[in-house]
């Protein structure tokens, strides 16, 4: 029984990393698509439900080999074994033997999905809801085209300068502008620019002629159609959907953490990583917080309003998973 059980933590573990490399994958692409990215939403349930059946598999194996230690120690033996007993409380507390070089690796790639799970948990938020202009145009066949200012552009707010408060140095417009092949003027913004526009300024959109109701998006060219295509598409130079701000503060959060992600794996000993890996509180810690983390982060994969509680928890969500980068710093008993 309790090779069974260690067996199927073994595999629970080998489920987590599969997932959670696949879902990492698979996240970095999504940007340009439109919600719901139902691909990296599996990805992520199935990685915090084997996390969470693993540690559920951690305490009944400790629970059956302390009630089997029992009964052996009282005479009751369950196997012809004299040394049952104790064999039995050793596989316990030592925990099934793994190299010095597999504990330390083993807990390199746990540090490394770690920051990389808390580097996306930052962008995720950030994603356009389901509702959005910008996913309603993509699912309406979205084209990109030059776009022409038709009307007076209407300025809804000035930019001014930080230091000169008098001095103006940018505008949000909204605009309506014509398409060719529309069949009348599209809204358009609030847009920001430098200066005003003026009738007859030209600018990149995306728009679609079946719906040209919900009216015309602009960014860079490049943007436009990455969006229109809404394929999975890698690109780390693009700011995406998710907005350079996101993406600027996962990439310092993911340098600053590099550090940790080597020493929290190579400058512990290695029995203490490998007592963590066995270690039922430590691995219902980490199942608690990544159950969290899937939790708040549903909705922003669904494309789903999300605000009060869970809006809360997208905010800050992200710190817990990379803190649990630290757990040797508290690991060294068992």
């Known amino acids: 029984m309790l090779t069974t059980l260690t067996q199927a933590v073994r595999a629970t573990t080998g489920l987590t990393y599969t ?109 356009p809801a389901r509702d959005s202009l910008v996913a309603a145009i993509q699912r309406a066949d979205a084209e990109v085209t030059t776009a022409t200012v038709s009307e007076r552009p209407q300025v809804v707010k000035k930019v001014h300068d930080d230091d000169d408060n008098e001095k103006v140095v940018g505008y949000y417009s909204k605009l309506r502008v014509s398409v060719p092949g529309g069949t009348g003027p599209l809204s358009v913004g609030p847009v920001r620019s430098d200066k005003p526009f003026e009738v007859g300024a030209r600018l990149p959109v995306m728009w679609s002629p079946s719906h040209p109701g919900l009216g015309a998006y602009t960014n860079s060219p490049t943007e436009l159609k990455r969006l229109a295509q809404g394929s999975w598409v890698v690109d780390l130079t693009s700011s995406g959907a998710s907005g350079p701000g996101a993406m600027g503060l996962a990439f310092v959060f993911g340098l600053c953490m590099l550090p940790c992600v080597i020493l929290f794996a190579v400058g512990f000993d290695a029995d203490t990583l490998h007592g963590l890996a066995w270690s039922p509180i430590r691995q219902t810690v980490h199942a608690l917080v990544l159950l969290g983390a899937a939790y708040a982060y549903t909705p922003a994969l669904m494309g789903l309003p999300h605000g009060g509680l869970v809006g809360l928890c997208q905010l800050g969500g992200w710190l817990p998973i990379a803190g649990l980068v630290l757990t040797p710093i508290w690991g060294k008993d068992r």
């Open 19 to 127: 997932a959670t490399v696949v879902g990492l994958i698979w996240v970095l692409g999504i940007d340009t698509q439109p919600a719901p990215h139902t691909g990296v939403l599996v990805c992520l349930w199935v990685a915090t439900g084997a996390i969470t059946a693993r540690a559920a598999l951690l305490w009944i194996r400790q629970v059956y080999g302390r009630r089997r230690a029992r009964r052996g120690s009282t005479g009751v033996k369950l196997t012809k074994e004299p040394d049952d007993a104790v064999a039995t409380w050793d596989a316990l507390y030592r925990v099934p033997d793994a190299s010095e070089g597999w504990s330390r690796a083993r807990q390199l790639l746990a540090n490394a999905a770690l920051v990389a799970a808390a580097m996306t948990a930052v962008t995720l938020p950030f994603l």
